[in-house]
């Protein structure tokens, strides 16, 4: 099965750390993917762009808004991700706990699943 883990950084986050903070800790995610990848687990992983480099789309009645980041009611970013491939939920959870990025963000495991299916148990 493909489990999505999402990491949620707090905004601002990245700004609070030297450039050699921020180094260490992608490097740590860098060997992480690595290790992913190694035991074949690893699907795809990228570390995103912060929110100042976003912009969010929307159509409402044929109409198209755009607007640019950061976005004031953020409280939080998806910062990056690492598509799975598990055998359970179980084990894509017990890589989720083993991610260096939990230790300063939150990491969220979703399974794959078409738009219909809200993944409640039926």
């Not at 883990?5 to 800790?25: M, Y």
């Not at 179980?90 to 083993?98: P, R, T, Y």
Request: proline letters at 4%; one cysteine or more; aromatic letters at 6%.
């Amino acid at each position: 099965m493909s489990y999505m883990l999402l990491i949620h950084e707090p905004v601002g986050q990245r700004a609070t750390r030297s450039e050699a903070e921020g180094r260490a800790a992608y490097d740590q995610m860098l060997r992480f993917g690595a290790d992913l990848k190694a035991r074949g687990l690893l699907v795809a992983a990228e570390s995103l762009a912060s929110e100042h480099a976003a912009t969010r789309v929307q159509r409402r009645g044929g109409k198209t808004q755009l607007l640019d980041g950061p976005f004031a009611e953020a409280k939080e970013m998806v910062g990056g991700f690492f598509l799975l491939n598990c055998a359970t939920r179980e084990e894509a959870l017990a890589i989720a706990a083993q991610c260096p990025a939990a230790e300063w963000c939150t990491v969220e495991v979703r399974g794959l699943a078409p738009c219909w299916d809200d993944g409640r148990p039926t």
